[in-house]
């Protein structure tokens, strides 16, 4: 089918020739009074327009429209998109196609993650790093390693000024261009942190503590956190190398949080935030954007929606972990259903690890994921068996987690038992993920 005839079926009007199209942006530039640039695969219009005055809107006032056709300019967005109200600015990506729009909330993203980062760069030198070849850099947020405080966890987040920034960043470190000591990094967007409404933290009395000692104990935690106050905290819980501190009351809570945060317990220094509510129906449902199967969703044990020990539970704000480390809300589940495959289809040959996490299902695919993105050896798993009273075969994985880099290992192995293989390898990998 002609151009012609895909517009006309499309109803996206007639082809204009590249003289008609630059008149009418030509007019719309007198009319308006906004500039137009192009750069970097893109047009903007606007951003400031003509009489601004002060700094530019803040985040949370850009949507991001998909799907627009392709022979659409800025003459026929701006007249449509200026019924809901006055345009900043307007940015066309040169390379569109579509037949109807669909428009959400720009997740207007700061924020990048950094993979294979050599595991002895301190944040300073990371950061330097990031300064030489990019513009615009705020933060860099680096973790330490759970075994060795000296060294990071081989990826880091670093924070820009504005999206803009970061996009462009996000281009020049695409891996190949750019090797900071000699390594090839991993770039991708970090996952923006859960927002939590300010009415919801307000409740919150439960801390998130990390970069603990391995070695640490949930006693020794509630004893230092109950200093400042005696028998203010509840429980602790502890997961590797960080902490749930639940108080009884959120006063203290807030008051803890003030003192103890930079503190040092057993030789670490340690970090002290307000933790995030997590989803009351399951925090492992949560943590895996809720596509874990029902069957599965209480091989750990998790309490049911109805026990009251649930609604305290918190997730840390710096925690919203994505499975490469990064910070994230729900990405878009991906809808599980069965497509036909006509003749003639094209068929691309990919890899699963150039896939979004949301297309995996199952946990055993998550830590396989989680594993290759932090550039680790993929996990091994070992089954162990016993015999029930009743004569029943049960079983338990253990997991073997090592890293490439510095050949470092670390295993991890539920405290039950299932009666099928498939069960029991979820479950380790559920029990490994939660604590790595």
């Known amino acids: ?31 308006t009074g906004y500039s137009m640039v192009q750069q970097n695969g893109q047009r903007k219009f606007g951003g400031p327009p003509p009489g601004w005055e002060g700094p530019p809107p803040p985040r949370g006032c ?17 007249p449509v998109f200026e019924r809901a109200g006055k ?14 729009i669909g428009v959400c909330v720009s997740l207007d993203n700061c924020r990048l993650f950094i993979g294979a980062i050599p595991k002895d760069k301190k944040k300073e030198e990371i950061l330097n790093e990031m300064k030489k070849v990019t513009e615009g850099v705020v933060d860099v947020i680096v973790y330490p390693n759970a075994t060795d405080k000296t060294k990071n966890r081989g990826f880091a987040f670093v924070e820009y000024e ?7 960043a996000r281009r020049r470190l695409i891996p190949g261009t750019f090797q900071p000591w000699g390594h090839t990094i991993q770039v991708d967007w970090a996952d923006p942190e859960k927002v939590v409404d300010e009415e919801t933290m307000q409740r919150v009395k439960v801390l998130y503590v990390r970069n603990l000692m391995i070695s640490t104990t949930e006693d020794k935690i509630k004893a230092e956190f109950n200093k400042f106050k005696p028998g203010v905290v ?79 539970l918190g997730k840390p704000a ?8 990064q910070h994230s809300p729900s990405p878009p589940e991906v809808e599980r259903s069965t497509y036909p495959i006509f003749p003639g289809i094209k068929l691309t040959p990919i890899s ?32 162990y068996s016993t015999t029930s009273q009743d ?28 009666t099928t293989v498939e069960d029991a390898k979820e479950l380790a990998a559920q029990f490994t993920l939660l604590h790595l």
Request: contains cysteine.
């Open 391 to 418: 004569g029943k075969i049960l079983l338990v994985y253990k997991v073997l987690i090592s890293s490439i880099a510095d050949d470092s290992q670390s295993y991890f192995m539920p405290e039950k038992l299932c």
């Open 162 to 168: 504005s999206h803009r920034a970061a996009a462009m």
């Open 352 to 383: 699963m690890y150039s896939l979004k996490m949301s297309h995996f299902s199952s946990a055993v695919m998550h830590l396989d994921y989680f594993c290759h993105k932090n550039s680790w050896a993929p996990p091994e798993y070992c089954l």
């Open 62 to 78: 850009e949507v991001f429209v998909g799907k627009i056709p392709r022979d659409m300019y800025e003459d026929e967005l701006v």
């Open 318 to 325: 710096g925690l919203s972990v994505r499975l490469n480390g």
């Open 87 to 100: 345009i900043y600015e307007l940015r066309l990506m040169m390379e569109f196609s579509g037949k109807f």
């Open 1 to 31: 089918m002609h151009e012609e005839n895909k517009a006309a079926a499309n109803g996206c009007g007639k082809i204009r020739s590249g003289a008609q199209n630059g008149a009418a942006l030509l007019a719309l530039m007198e009319k």
């Open 234 to 312: 509840e429980r602790v819980k502890k997961l590797r190398d960080y902490a749930f501190v639940h108080f009884f009351h959120r006063e203290d809570a807030v008051a803890a949080m003030s003192i103890m945060n930079g503190k040092c317990i057993d030789g670490a220094s340690i970090e002290v935030t307000l933790a995030k509510p997590v989803n009351k129906e399951s925090p492992w449902k949560q943590h895996f954007n809720g596509q874990i199967s029902p069957s599965s969703e209480n091989l750990l044990g998790f309490p049911n929606k109805d026990d009251s020990t649930q609604k305290s």
